[in-house]
Nanobody, 127 residues
């Protein structure tokens, strides 16, 4: 059974940075595309970034382009999300999720594509 655990969340001032980690266990990371999702209180969970199983394709939602960077380290079975220039509207619970890849160059923002989820990590950005 694949397991994912997020870490790296916390409280940061506007303009600050955090690096989130998503550690995968139970299988090799190379078989999975990984997505990062954010849930703001009172709103539905939304995809913000994803990386293909090969690592060759990355995608970002418009609100985080140029500020967030996704990467993967197969040796550590870990995917990272670097959050720079954080804004108060970035506050929320951040989840990583794994999708057993059908293509090594694709990943998706729809949470319906993902089979395995971590418990989430809270990011709070103060103004």
């Amino acid at each position: 059974q694949l397991q994912l655990v997020e870490s790296g969340g916390g409280l940061v001032q506007s303009g600050g940075s955090l690096r989130l980690s998503c550690e995968v266990s139970g299988s090799t990371l190379d078989y999975y595309a990984i997505g990062w999702f954010r849930q703001i209180p009172g709103k539905e969970r939304k995809g913000i970034s994803c990386i293909s199983s090969s690592g060759g394709s990355t995608y970002y939602t418009d609100s985080v382009k140029g500020r967030f960077t996704i990467s993967r380290d197969s040796a550590k079975n870990t995917v990272y999300l670097q959050l720079n220039n954080l804004r108060p509207e970035d506050t929320g619970v951040y989840y990583c999720a794994a999708d057993l890849a059908k293509s090594n160059s694709a990943c998706f923002f729809s949470d319906l594509e993902y089979d395995y989820w971590g418990p989430g990590t809270q990011v709070t950005v103060s103004s």
